[in-house]
């Protein structure tokens, strides 16, 4: 009888608990392995005024991801096409050189399924001498484990709260669960960090914001969304209404509802829904946002 076992390593971290052996180099439904790979690291003008400031955020685009939705607007990076394996002593580096060159924060943008690994960096980047606060830039779809590790080093949680309705979490997320897993996250988001505090300049310091990004005729489940935050966080949290949905340019033949911009009534109406609601700590956006870049080339810049 052959008495040698062979151990795997089944990953469960996200909600999703694909069971796929990351620790072998293997990639589960996020695409990608164990191993830190990052498409770019630079400072970014177009998050939020309070995140990017005159000087930028400290931006760092993390490759794969646990949701990825259909119309994801980082394609390029979500399905872990994109990007570079890095050890953990160079994301530590990374990190001060963003300090160093002025940014405002550290932007961690989807570092969901990397939380254990950017954990040890952060610690030591800590102390180094990183004194600036940490954005975990998220899709809201945490499982209880994720949220734990990451709660101990994120300051300022920019998260998604993409759907209400589970029929359209499925179809255009793969995850009929993601309404339910997103509220519970974002409940302990608010109730750990509290309300928001900012400095002298107005940059965040503290606080939790929540982005609703307006899909194409789908108004109504975003009234839903922003009903819900406003009964249940009232103004404790910045709710970031975000009309600058842009369909991929490679096409979505199943989604063909997806492949239009939403238009300025949508939005509008969206915006008028949340003033009428008494909604005041808020951002909204200026027209013309599709035709802008908040795309950045994922081209391994500070990597
Ligand atoms: S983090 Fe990735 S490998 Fe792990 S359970 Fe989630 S999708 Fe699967």
Not at 72 to 91: M, P, T
Not at 259 to 268: A, L
Request: net charge negative; with cysteine.
């Amino acid at each position: 009888m052959n008495d040698i076992q062979e151990y795997k390593s089944v990953c469960a971290l996200c909600p999703r608990r694909c069971g796929a052996d990351r620790s072998d180099r293997s990639s589960g439904f996020c695409g990608v392995s164990d191993v830190l790979t990052v498409a770019r690291a630079a400072l970014h003008y177009w998050e939020e005024p309070c995140i990017s400031g005159e000087n930028g955020s400290g931006t760092v685009f993390f490759s794969g991801c646990t949701l990825r939705c259909v119309f994801c607007q980082n394609r390029a990076i979500s399905r872990g096409k994109a990007g570079k394996h890095i050890s953990e002593d160079r994301l530590t580096e990374i990190f001060l050189e963003l300090q160093k060159k002025g940014a405002h924060n550290i932007n961690l943008v989807t570092p969901d399924h990397y939380c254990r690994a950017i954990k040890r960096s952060l610690n030591k980047a800590r102390e180094k001498g990183l004194r600036i606060p940490v954005v975990t830039n998220t899709g809201g779809y945490l499982s209880k484990e994720q949220y734990d590790i990451l709660k101990e080093y994120t300051d300022i949680w920019l998260s998604d709260l993409k759907y209400m309705d589970k029929e359209l979490a499925l179809r255009y997320s793969g995850a009929s669960d993601y309404p339910d897993v997103a509220k519970a996250a974002l409940d302990l988001m608010v109730r750990d960090t509290g309300i928001p505090l900012y400095d002298e300049q107005g940059m965040m310091k503290r606080g939790v914001i929540v982005r609703v990004l307006l899909l194409p005729g789908q108004t109504e489940d975003a009234k839903h969304i922003v009903k819900y935050l406003w009964d249940s966080y009232g103004d404790t949290i910045v709710i970031s209404l975000m009309n600058q949905y842009t369909p991929p340019s490679e096409g979505l033949p199943e989604y063909p509802e997806l492949m239009r911009t939403v238009t300025d009534e949508e939005y509008d109406e969206l915006v008028d829904y949340a003033l009428d609601l008494g909604i005041e700590n808020a951002y909204i956006q200026e027209g013309g946002t599709q035709e802008e870049s908040f795309i950045p080339p994922f081209d391994l810049e500070g990597v």
